[in-house]
């Protein structure tokens, strides 16, 4: 496994991870005017907090000095606090990760399930109306501007019909402690198992909908494209010949072969999917990771906003390296 | 195509235009089809809303009916006959500030696919035309500009720039380079490596001709990656109007105006349907259309 190849794909995620530490060490100085006077903004400041300030973000230094000192701090995990709320940004991070994490997994497991069956199902039916409707369907979930449709959905789930709660992770009325950080795992170790767990469940669905429905369009997409390639192999027809059922010969021999590019456009998704995951916290008041980056955002919470970049970035960059590999491993024809 | 014409041997412009070798042929009626040909109405409909309705209006967008506020559509109970679309919060006439979006959206996707095609077009074209060293400085940069997810680059452009309409531009055109880097570097390479370039190299031609000639033939994929840029630009610039990133509230732009209706979900849906429906129609019928022509230019790819 450890090829040339690999050590050239660290080489390059490790340079990739320099270059994000850079733009988010330069992104506080960047800004026009006195870094330290923005970030108090209205909230005015005496002199001696003015320094203090200042020498706690290390501005009073030079640069290069600076720089070193924001790697070393990285390392550790030692990212600063934040300005509102006065907790370290690391444990923060930590904890709408997890929020972020379950919306997305649950999110990436509906786009993947329902994308693989109906791209299947596009393709066996492929030219015929059912085909021409999927296709249609999947270019305009592709189109969709996801926060209208997530209103949308609210509009008739939440509020006409009343399924489905407007908004967060769980009701207030229902104590669920946090042991994992992921709801539904949390809620099933509550007191009250079966409706603290439907409860999170219902407060789950709606977003995760809205967050799968550009990943499952394209997937969709995909499967069915690749699907309809590897129809025509000859060991479809072998199979064929064989006397084997169509849900054999579909969902054995083809699905395998099928799947390596669409696995290559669910590793392509993550920076999207997280594009998609911080418009859906918004909309749903989801407590994760794009809620807080935006928040700070509004709050000009300059030492969240600068860790929430390099953190999410490099989450991203590293989750995009580590399927990377896994697909090299999974595939082994790329395996040279 | 020549043919004789009133002057005598030109052939006409129109036959030109629509013949066999350009881009607007097409577009013809009869090439296109019935399904493709509404598509295209449609988005001649909303050009000519982002070019002419904003003088078409009958109220200014930021015109206040106090009397008026949070009017239905004029089909449901209580609407009003001034106002088709009804009115938002603070008594604006909705359609008004829909067409007066339509320009705001637009222009942003133009501006975007301008400044993708200037900065993104030339790289990629740097890149794959003078190869070597520059190729590799290039798509390293390209690289390292996917793996950073669009909307973070957004936030740090926000964040240096402060938020607003055309800091949310720059955002959405940096969002759309590496792609049309990648599109036109790889277009560009296939094309120099054919016969013809080779043969007039070793003629001898300058480079001023090869350019040329390169471009001509790789026109296909990168206007479908500029029709591609478009849908995108206008997309993305209303999700962060919508996170209030981008253009700021008085202006009427679609994401913005969605991210206003949201606390009157209940009372004035009406305020929520139409901006989404807007971006959504302009963005399917450019990606439908980017599909047509794909489908006509390219018909290998499925």
């Not at chain 1, 409706?195 to 909908?209: G, M, N, R, T, W």
Request: hydrophobic share 50%; charged share 15%; with cysteine.
């Amino acid at each position: 496994m450890f090829s040339s190849g690999f050590i050239g794909k660290l080489g390059s995620l490790l340079f990739t991870l320099w270059i994000l530490s850079l733009v988010s060490f330069f992104l506080i100085r960047l800004i026009p005017g006195d870094p330290v006077r923005i970030m108090v903004g209205d909230r005015g400041v005496s002199e001696e907090s003015y320094q203090e300030i200042k020498s706690n973000l290390g501005l009073d230094k030079p640069l290069p000095v600076q720089y070193f000192v924001y790697l070393k701090k990285i390392v550790s995990f030692d990212m600063g606090t934040s300005f509102i709320t006065r907790v370290s940004v690391w444990k923060e991070f930590k904890e709408k990760f997890v929020a972020t994490f379950e919306l997305s997994f649950f999110a990436m497991f509906i786009a993947v399930v329902l994308g693989l069956l109906l791209g299947i199902y596009a393709a066996v039916n492929r030219g015929n109306f059912i085909d021409k409707t999927l296709m249609t369907g999947s270019v305009v979930g592709f189109s969709m501007p996801i926060f209208w449709w997530g209103l949308i959905l609210i509009l008739y789930f939440s509020v006409r019909w009343e399924l489905t709660p407007v908004s967060g992770r769980n009701s207030v009325f229902i104590d669920i402690e946090s042991v994992t950080g992921l709801m539904l795992i949390d809620s099933l170790l509550s007191s009250e198992p079966w409706e603290a767990f439907k409860d999170s469940f219902q407060h789950l669905i709606l977003p995760s909908v809205v967050l799968a429905t550009v990943p499952l369009a394209s997937i969709a997409r995909m499967t069915r494209s690749s699907f309809i390639d590897v129809l025509s192999e000859d060991y479809i027809r072998t199979a064929y010949s064989k006397g084997l059922s169509r849900t054999q010969i579909y969902f054995k021999h083809a699905l395998k072969n099928a799947l390596l590019p669409v696995i290559t456009v669910i590793g392509l998704m993550m920076g999207a999917l997280l594009t998609g995951a911080i418009l859906t916290e918004t909309i749903f008041s989801w407590p994760g990771l794009g809620r807080w980056l935006l928040s700070s955002v509004e709050s000009r919470d300059y030492p969240v906003i600068q860790a929430g970049i390099f953190l999410i970035g490099s989450l991203v960059m590293i989750l995009n390296f580590v399927i990377d590999i896994l697909y090299k491993w999974v595939n082994p024809r790329l395996r040279v | 195509m020549s043919s004789l014409t009133k002057d005598g041997l030109e052939p006409s412009a129109a036959s030109n235009l629509l013949g066999k070798g350009s881009f607007l042929y097409f577009f013809k009626p009869s090439v296109m089809g019935l399904p493709t040909f509404f598509l295209f109405l449609v988005f001649v409909f909303f050009c000519l809303m982002a070019l002419f309705g904003p003088m078409l209006t009958f109220h200014s967008p930021s015109e206040v009916f106090a009397d008026q506020i949070l009017a239905p559509p004029v089909w449901q109970s209580g609407g009003v006959s001034a106002h088709w679309l009804g009115t938002d919060d603070l008594g604006r006439d909705l359609l008004t500030r829909l067409v007066h979006g339509s320009r705001v959206s637009m222009g942003v996707g133009l501006l975007a696919v301008f400044l993708s095609l200037l900065i993104g077009g030339s790289l990629g074209f740097l890149s794959s035309y003078v190869g070597g060293k520059v190729d590799q400085a290039v798509m390293r940069a390209t690289d390292i500009l996917m793996s950073l997810p669009s909307i973070l680059l957004a936030i740090i452009v926000v964040t240096i720039l402060g938020s607003g309409l055309y800091p949310g531009i720059v955002a959405v055109s940096i969002m759309s380079l590496p792609a049309m880097i990648r599109v036109v570097r790889i277009t560009v390479w296939d094309e120099k490596e054919k016969l013809y370039i080779m043969a007039a190299k070793s003629l001898g031609s300058n480079h001023g001709l090869l350019v040329k000639n390169i471009l001509k033939n790789c026109k296909g994929p990168i206007v479908i990656q500029c029709m591609l840029t478009f849908s995108e630009a206008i997309l993305n610039i209303s999700a962060l109007g919508f996170l209030g990133l981008g253009a700021q509230p008085p202006q009427s732009e679609w994401g913005t105006m969605l991210a206003d209706s949201k606390a009157y979900i209940e009372t004035a849906p009406w305020l929520l349907f139409y901006p989404g429906i807007c971006i959504l129609i302009v963005v399917l019928t450019f990606n439908l259309l980017g599909d047509y022509l794909r489908d006509k230019l390219d018909p290998k790819v499925l």
